[in-house]
């Protein structure tokens, strides 16, 4: 069953969803080569219980620190490490989760390390873009199926791949709600959209095939085929007046 929130449930997942893209502002500042992924786990921890939050992700499953950095073929769940320091030219994506008031907020952006590739660049406008067009579609009327088909149709007109293994989801008291929302289908099937639902809106795009594999750390995700992969997610509210993205 999809959870329907009321305004004031809306509100407050907005409070966490606006930790949330702080956060990840300072991690866009944060980001130079050099740096460590443990480094930039300990500053977000450190914010995100100053605004008064929770790191959602901290013991989640038992994953163990308070974001995921996720780098170059790496898609998603990347554990931060001391020794792990960024280099020019890679492109890393960071997950950030808040629990506030018992309401969660989950974002993610990709960011690049100095200059990279033209072709590392195109991806993450690509995956943006994404995003942004299967947000357009979480409107009272449309069908899950048309956020789903908007993102693939995207991100597959550009010539990438649609990572299928992991999807987008429902949000609010917990982390994880239905309904699944796959970065691909088809058009006018699904459930029906309604006011009141709150979507993690999440493609997960890569240059090469759409195959992923679990390393043996047994939580970092990367292409199967080593190619680069981009990742950015919105809580979005579905409203009357159209999407209502909680975490921009
Ligand atoms: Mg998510």
Known sequence: MIE???DSEIEKMRSAAQIVARTLDLMEEKIEPGISTEELNEIADRYIRSQGAEPAFLGYQGFPKSICVSIDEEVVHGIPV?????KA???VSVDVGTLVD???GDAARTFAVAEVSDEARRLMEVTRKALENGISQARVGNRLGDISHAVQKTVEDAGFSVVRDLVGHGIGRR???EPQIPNYGD???GVQLKAGMVFAIEPMVNTGGYKVKTRP???TIATE???LSAHFEHDVAITENGPDILSS
């Open 89 to 91: 030219g890679q492109i």
């Open 102 to 104: 018992g309401f969660n």
């Open 187 to 189: 058009p006018g099937t």
């Open 175 to 177: 982390m994880h709600e």
């Open 225 to 227: 085929d080593g190619s």
């Open 4 to 6: 329907l929130k009321t």
């Open 217 to 219: 750390d047994k939580w």
């Open 82 to 86: 001391k020794t792990r320091k960024l």
